[in-house]
């Protein structure tokens, strides 16, 4: 590790911890060299995930879009922004975890939908019927006596 503050690349560990829920360490490092202090933090790195569309075209995993498409689907619901927060989070652990770098956008909205099923019904349907594209109130109608069987 080399020091913010001379260069120099030597340095011992002072004191190391847990940091953001265990997702990161903390590590307050002591130059050899000045005896400044510093801290870093060490992360896993993630393998970044490409979504194969429907068509076939692929882009890389966008967060904030998975956060939006479920914040408009619990809009109005009496969900908080941090649970919406988690479940993007579990979303994304899930697939960093289960996949090799690619997930279908077909994976992505299972989850949402298996995840929202359990939140609140009412953003699970609404979000079932823009991701399923019903075409009809028969199938939309079919979806809501599953939710009550």
Partial sequence: MKCPFCGHEEDKVVDSRNAQEGRAVRRRRECLACSKRYTTYEYVEKV??????????????DRQKLFKGITLACNKRPISEEKINSVVAEIEEELQNNS??????????????????KLDEVAYVRFASVYRKFKDKSEFLEELRGLLD
Wanted: hydrophobic share 30%.
């Fill in 100 to 117: 090799r770098g690619e997930v279908t956008s077909q994976k992505i909205g299972e989850l949402v939908m298996d995840r929202l099923k």
């Fill in 48 to 61: 970044t995930l490409t979504v194969v569309k429907n068509d076939g075209r692929r882009e890389d995993f």
